[in-house]
């Protein structure tokens, strides 16, 4: 739309902002909630009398929807619109919360497959939103800031939880993961306030967009050997990182012999260092290309850090801290490299495929492990 809103540049970026911070807090509480199991995995295996692969399926079960549902959420945004697309998804995933803190098996179950839907499409929803608000006033940045905000909710969930059931109780914890998640889907609604607001200011216009590419599975056959080769790192690398990182505080306790709080803040130590480090590597990624060596680099770096937690005495400090520098500088290299290898009228199709390859990877490695 042509007309122009009353309101000044600050104030736009203002509200801009708003919106950013409200989306955030519920992709945040989100992330807090899918870590969750990670450093909960021995309480849960003691008090709930759960074997290792009942605990690492309600990891697994949460990459299902992702393999087969992985345009559903692009396509109920452009149905709904953003704004109620959003809360439904985030009413989708807060119920998988609150059916996971009922500490029955399958009823976790059931509300970890449904928290995978709502999250995954929501994340969806959340990259339109962000375009929506932020194209032409700093797209880059504000993705950065959220994907800051996204981690900082993984690394709450390895410091705090652990103490909180380790003070109170594992339904404290879990009830606590429930309640965050409430918290998030009362500021969706609040987004959902704003950006009715904003349409109706002229602070957001609600331009239409050009069709987006459909997602078909036969035109992934004419996709370029480089990204196939791109995708077997993803789901490679991907695998093992998350599985670990998920195993990592049962595995610091019986490795190790430390306490539940410790062991936890030990295995979140790898988002807080690629937390604090990601936009660096990325800014050296944007500056001197390199993006291959970077990633044999960051791949090469892993392979000692879990030799040397497996087999050595060496303080698990340093591997982790490593892992964490590998973790910034890999996904630096890999997803900005995916633009530059598929054209554009396919890249829809590329990045349709190495979700679902990633998530296939993601559902088998914690039953492996």
Same mark, same amino acid.
Do not use: E, K, M, N
């Given at each position: 739309h042509s007309t122009q809103s009353n309101y000044s540049k600050p104030m736009i970026y203002l509200f801009a902002y708003l919106a950013l911070v409200f989306i955030s807090v519920a992709a945040m509480a989100s992330y807090f909630a899918y870590d969750c199991i990670g450093p909960l995995t021995p309480l849960l295996k003691d008090k709930l009398q759960l074997s290792s692969t009942q605990v690492y399926m309600l990891y697994s079960i949460y990459s299902i929807p992702v393999i087969l549902f992985v345009v559903l959420g692009g396509i109920l945004a452009d149905k709904l619109g953003v704004r109620k697309a959003a809360i439904l998804f985030t009413a989708l995933f807060t119920l998988g919360t609150v059916l996971t803190a009922s500490q029955n098996y399958v009823v976790m179950l059931i509300g970890r497959f449904l928290f995978g839907i709502g999250a995954e499409c929501y994340y969806v929803v959340m990259n339109k939103i962000l375009a929506k608000w932020f194209k032409g006033r700093g797209l880059a940045m504000a993705f950065g800031i959220n994907l800051f905000l996204c981690r900082a909710g993984t690394y709450a969930a390895f410091f705090g939880l652990p103490w909180i059931a380790d003070n109170f109780t594992l339904g404290s914890a879990l009830w606590m993961v429930a309640g965050i998640n409430i918290f998030g889907l009362a500021v969706t609604f609040l987004y959902g306030i704003l950006d009715r607001f904003g349409e109706k200011k002229k602070i957001v216009s609600f331009v239409e967009e050009e069709e987006e590419e459909v =997602? +078909?599975? +036969?035109?992934?056959?004419?996709?370029?050997?480089? =990204?196939? !080769?791109?995708?077997?790192?993803? !789901? %490679?690398?991907?695998?093992?990182? @998350?599985? @670990?990182?998920?195993?990592? %505080?049962? @595995? =610091?306790i019986e490795r190790y012999k430390m306490g539940h709080v410790a062991a936890g803040r030990l295995a979140g130590t790898i988002i807080l260092i690629s937390m604090l480090s990601t936009w660096f590597f990325g800014a050296i990624v944007d500056r001197i290309g390199k993006r291959a060596t970077m990633m044999i680099i960051g791949s090469l770096a892993m392979i000692p850090c879990h030799i040397s937690m497996a087999y050595t005495n060496i303080n698990p400090w340093i591997p982790m801290i490593v892992l964490g520098l590998? @973790?910034?500088? !890999?996904?630096?290299?890999?997803?900005?490299a995916l633009p530059l290898m598929v054209k554009e009228k396919q890249l829809g199709t590329a990045y349709g495929v190495i979700a679902m390859v990633q998530n296939i990877g993601l559902f088998a490695f914690p039953l492996a492990v």
């Open positions: =997602f +078909r599975l +036969r035109d992934a056959l004419r996709l370029p050997s480089a =990204f196939w !080769v791109i995708s077997l790192l993803c !789901v %490679t690398y991907y695998s093992a990182i @998350f599985p @670990f990182q998920g195993a990592a %505080t049962d @595995f =610091f590998s @973790f910034s500088l !890999v996904p630096a290299a890999l997803w900005p």
